[in-house]
């Protein structure tokens, strides 16, 4: 399994914000190379497809309305160890709980709305990244 790559996706909060450019610049600086990117509406049926590890939990269904709630950006990204460098960029889920100068602790409105999503493993990089730009 390839460990330089990971998905990330700046969030309806976050777009309609204006903060894309900002956060695109952060990851950038920050090393990652942007390897695909493109802005989309999820429909429902999409976020609760991207989501669905998590449809046993009490916020899916808010997370999911809330992901169709406006444009997203969705992008590769490549760097060495990128899973684990990206997810200390971002920084904890909860933006009160993140570290000062991580994205969310700069832009995320709320622990939903938390600005950005990084996936978690590698394994999931692939089938996000694949979600998003293979068909
Ligand atoms: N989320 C939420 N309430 C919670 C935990 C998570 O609304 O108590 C949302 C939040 O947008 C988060 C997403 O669900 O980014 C996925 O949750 P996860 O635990 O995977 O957090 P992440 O990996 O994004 O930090
Ligand atoms: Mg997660």
Not at 62 to 89: H, Q, T, W
Request: aromatic share 10%; with cysteine; proline share 3%.
């Amino acid at each position: 399994m390839e460990t330089n790559k990971t998905f990330t996706i700046i969030k309806p909060d976050a777009f309609k914000k204006k903060y894309s450019g900002a956060i695109i610049k952060q990851i950038e600086d920050s090393g990652f190379q942007i390897t695909n990117m493109k802005l989309i509406s999820l429909t429902k049926e999409l976020a609760e497809k991207f989501y669905s590890i998590h449809k046993e939990k009490p916020f899916f269904t808010n997370l999911c309305e809330y992901m169709c709630s406006g444009p997203i950006i969705v992008m590769s990204l490549k760097k060495d160890n990128a899973v684990e460098d990206f997810r200390k960029l971002i920084g904890s889920t909860d933006p009160e709980k993140a570290e000062e100068g991580t994205i969310r602790k700069l832009y995320a409105t709320s622990i939903e709305a938390n600005a950005i999503h990084g996936s978690d493993s590698d394994d999931n990089a692939k089938i996000e990244s694949d979600f998003f730009f293979k068909s």
